[in-house]
T-cell receptor, first 114, second 115 residues
Framework: AQSVTQPDIHITVSEGASLELRCNYS??????LFWYVQSPGQGLQLLLK??????LVQGIKGFEAEFKRSQSSFNLRKPSVHWSDAAEYFC????????????FGGGTRVLVKP | GAGVSQSPSNKVTEKGKDVELRCDPI?????LYWYRQSLGQGLEFLIY????????KSGLPSDRFSAERTGGSVSTLTIQRTQQEDSAVYLC?????????????FGPGTRLTVL
């Protein structure tokens, strides 16, 4: 079965600094990969997704992620963090053969210091 | 248009009571998913509907949990004889399945507290 690991439970970053969130997955083939963001009291919002093709994908809010097959990773990055980026971020894997249900990582909570 | 809606937004119940959680998907979305978000288990898949049928119920944690979908639209997740470990946020998502993976749109969730 597929699994997703987000090694960092919490990350604190200063406003204006860069941010990188790590995600590793385990699956026999290349899955569909996603990053979602959840702000306090809110539902999940899709930041970006990877299906195939260019391994560097751009998303909303200035986020990007890079798929590295050799490392089974899909790390999320943002060059300059804003205070509004404080939230919890979830990496997820979707398997088409499994009805496209999502398997989520444990999440990384991002705190932004002024 | 309107997004996925869920009701109630919060539900407090006593141990042993039954609860029903409702999800209204985006109009035209034939696929519907239930997930659970809890402190101990993170975000877990519960059940998937395509139309009114549920080809994948593998995530339902016990036979106290059931779900149905009628008219290819509204879905209800029912938890019988609730236990304290059922306390969690229950999220619903919908999508339009197609040749490629389609984005799942999530509702705001129902926070269930079992006392």
């Amino acid at each position: 079965a597929q699994s997703v690991t987000q090694p960092d439970i919490h990350i604190t970053v200063s406003e204006g600094a860069s941010l990188e969130l790590r995600c590793n997955y385990s699956y026999g083939a290349t899955p569909y990969l996603f990053w979602y963001v959840q702000s306090p009291g809110q539902g999940l919002q899709l930041l970006l997704k990877y299906f195939s093709g260019d391994t560097l994908v751009q998303g909303i809010k200035g986020f990007e992620a890079e798929f590295k097959r050799s490392q089974s990773s899909f790390n999320l990055r943002k060059p300059s963090v804003h205070w509004s980026d404080a939230a919890e971020y979830f990496c997820a894997v979707g398997i088409k053969a499994a009805g496209n249900k999502l398997t989520f990582g444990g999440g990384t909570r991002v705190l932004v210091k002024p | 248009g309107a997004g996925v809606s869920q009701s109630p937004s919060n539900k407090v119940t006593e141990k042993g009571k039954d609860v029903e959680l409702r999800c209204d998907p985006i109009s035209g979305h034939t696929a519907l998913y239930w997930y659970r978000q809890s402190l101990g288990q993170g975000l877990e898949f519960l059940i998937y509907f395509q139309g009114n049928s549920a080809p994948d119920k593998s995530g339902l944690p016990s036979d106290r949990f059931s779900a149905e979908r009628t008219g290819g639209s509204v879905s209800t997740l029912t938890i019988q004889r609730t236990q304290q470990e059922d306390s969690a946020v229950y999220l619903c998502a919908s999508s339009i399945p197609g040749l490629d993976y389609n984005e799942q749109f999530f509702g705001p969730g129902t926070r269930l507290t079992v006392l």
